[in-house]
DNA sequence: CGCTGTAGCGCG
DNA sequence: AAAGCGCGCTACAGCG
């Protein structure tokens, strides 16, 4: 213990070569630089992990899985490239120009050395680098130039900015961790669907015998029904007079082969995205792996990059088994969007219909509109900007019904279709307006503009529109669920240690405790003991009043939670 | 042969 | 119902 200098409250890390170098900071500003040892590293990071510093990192993505896998995790971090990417265009900052110089922080999610290909480094594309700058002195003046700024800025950016760090620890995290999945059980559901797999591969009876009936239905045996012209030429031949192979247009046809095709195309589906090759790649161990990318969608969601996380069908959800004597915790917030919406813009009759019950329901009690199912349109619609069909019909109601909450989508539409920028709750910005948009409008304002780069200029406006419309409230619920997901982390640790069982630098990895498992936008499965089950259970709930609270004050709306602590994740 | 673009479908 | 937001992945087509 240095009994002369006070405790560390920032911790910069770079590489040094082999080696590491840290600058610690305390709360005073007084600073100093270690060298450690490659080998000491982790033990050297374990160490100081006990002052709970914030661990200042180019890149979360590429230092903390190393940490991960040597037992030590962090509570705390900073992540330059993330934060960069936020403060850089937040309408929230004063002056951003000293990041928007920073270019070589202009970079893409980063990616586990170990996954990254070797070619990767060099193939730079026009758009910069693919790599965030790792020097010290580097890593320093971006955290100086990022700190100056969250110094003189609203306390809502800096909010964020902790919360998407603290995301891009728990993404790692999760990844270490895994999601418990149940191979036989997965497997067996893909023999009962499928059929049995050919020793050595290849496609799988029941799909084999489907497809044979459907060639046959279509009078041409040998047709591929996996090449879409292929296949819309001999459902021509056949009549079925479609104008693609999709299901949906699909759907309306009466023909014999109508419902085999369907049939096969679910199987053909299954097959390719989720059947063996992809149990293979991603399920080891029992544990479903995949890669989380923080902040990968422009609004603030997290996206992914391999895995498929994203898209897991719900029939699979079966397969997620919790292990012996663990429990699931499965979680999602019912309508986090409208209700982000009636939040953000204040608008009380709107929270009123959604307070303590379904929002769609509150709707109908209301008279606004008649069915539930009229409700979720309407409210969709609202959020995308539907102007046709029944969308266009039942939106003027809720227009009128609440005004505050329209009014606040319908700003943000009408400032990205004048090419503006609009802005979360917390300080997150969409994108301006591209070089190509921009000339699209200003050829519809020559003086010999034709009819068509007017309709062109007006489609992108209102496309664009659409998007900034959708932004605001899209962002501020992403918002809302990395606050909750940070304090389901936080739950969680203080739930370990008041349960003498903490992941700490002492070495238990991350799936020998209580810890998230998976995440999806408004839902989360925590994998835990199951005598802390009803614990996490609270915690999780907790944990979404904590997020509420935290962006809207008191304001009276309650994010209710679809809950359930099960052996699986499935309906 | 590898690369890019698109259709289609899975998720919220 | 495929019009109205945001994604990723797979397979095929079409290109050089």
Redesign the pocket.
């Known amino acids: 213990m240095n009994s002369t200098a006070a405790d560390p409250a920032f911790i910069l890390v770079a590489r040094d070569g082999v080696d590491y170098s840290a600058t610690l900071i305390d709360a005073h500003g007084a600073e100093r630089d270690e060298h450690v040892d490659a080998e000491s590293w982790t033990a050297w990071v374990a160490e100081h992990e006990r002052f709970t510093p914030r661990w200042v990192f180019n890149d979360v993505a590429l230092w903390y899985p190393a940490l991960l896998a040597a037992g030590v995790r962090i509570t705390r971090a900073h992540d330059l490239r993330l934060c960069h990417a936020i403060l850089r265009d937040s309408a929230l900052v004063v002056d951003g120009e000293s990041l928007r110089r920073a270019v070589a922080w202009n970079v893409a999610a980063g990616v586990e050395p170990s996954q990254q290909p070797a070619q990767a480094l060099f193939e730079l594309g026009n758009d910069g680098p693919r790599q965030v700058p790792g020097g010290g002195a580097e890593i320093r003046a971006e955290f100086d130039r990022q700190r100056a700024i969250l110094d003189a800025a609203d306390g809502r950016l800096r909010l964020l900015t902790v919360a998407e760090s603290t995301g891009a620890l728990i993404a790692a995290e999760m990844r270490s961790a895994g999601l418990p999945w149940d191979v036989a059980s997965h497997e067996q559901m893909l023999a009962e669907t499928l059929g049995e797999r050919p020793v050595g591969g290849g496609i799988p009876s029941i799909m084999l015998q489907r497809a044979d009936e459907v060639r046959a239905l279509l009078g041409d045996l040998t047709v ?1 029904l ?5 296949l819309l030429r001999a459902l021509h031949r056949a009549g079925v007079l479609v104008e ?6 699909l759907e ?1 046809q009466q023909h014999p082969v109508i419902q085999p095709l369907l049939e096969y ?2 199987l053909s ?1 299954l097959y ?2 989720n059947a063996w090759a ?1 149990l293979a790649e991603w399920v080891k161990d029992d544990r479903f792996r995949p890669i989380y ?1 923080p902040g ?4 603030g ?1 997290w ?6 996380a ?6 699979l959800r079966t397969a997620v088994r919790a292990a012996p004597g663990w429990r699931l915790i499965v979680a ?1 917030v019912a309508q986090l969007e409208p209700r982000v919406l009636a939040a953000m813009s204040g608008d009380v009759a709107m929270a009123d219909a959604a307070r303590g019950q379904d929002l769609y329901s509150g709707l109908v009690d209301r008279g606004i509109v008649a069915t539930r ?1 009229e409700a979720k ?1 309407a409210v ?2 609202a959020m ?8 266009g019909r039942l939106v003027p109601r809720l227009r009128r019904a609440f005004p505050l909450a329209m009014a606040m989508v319908d700003q943000a539409a009408q400032a990205g279709e004048d090419g503006g920028v609009v802005t979360t709750l917390l300080g997150r910005s969409s994108p301006s307006v591209s070089a190509e948009w921009t000339t699209v409008q200003r050829a519809a304002t020559d003086a010999d503009a034709d009819a068509g780069s007017e309709q062109r200029a007006r489609r992108s406006a209102r ?1 664009r529109g ?2 900034t419309r ?1 932004f605001i409230v ?1 962002g501020t619920a992403a918002e809302w669920a990395l606050a909750w997901l940070a304090g389901i982390r936080q739950g969680l640790a203080e739930l370990g240690r008041t349960q003498g069982v903490a992941a700490t630098a002492s070495g238990a990895t991350f799936a020998e405790v209580p810890h998230l498992a998976f995440f ?4 989360v499965i925590l994998h835990v003991p199951e005598d802390l089950a009803e614990a996490s259970a609270q915690v999780v709930r907790d944990a979404a009043a904590r997020a509420a609270t935290l962006l809207f004050g008191a304001f009276p709306l309650d994010f209710p939670l679809d809950l359930k602590i099960a052996a699986d994740a499935g309906k």
């Open positions: 591929s996996e090449s879409q012209p292929k693609s192979t999709s299901k949906w247009e309306d195309k679910k589906r390719s995205a992809w990318v990968g969608v422009v609004t969601r996206a992914s990059s391999g895995g498929g994203l898209q897991i069908p719900r029939a999602d199912q349109i969709l619609g995308y900007g539907s102007t046709t069909g029944e969308a496309d659409r998007f959708n899209q999806l936008h408004d839902e």
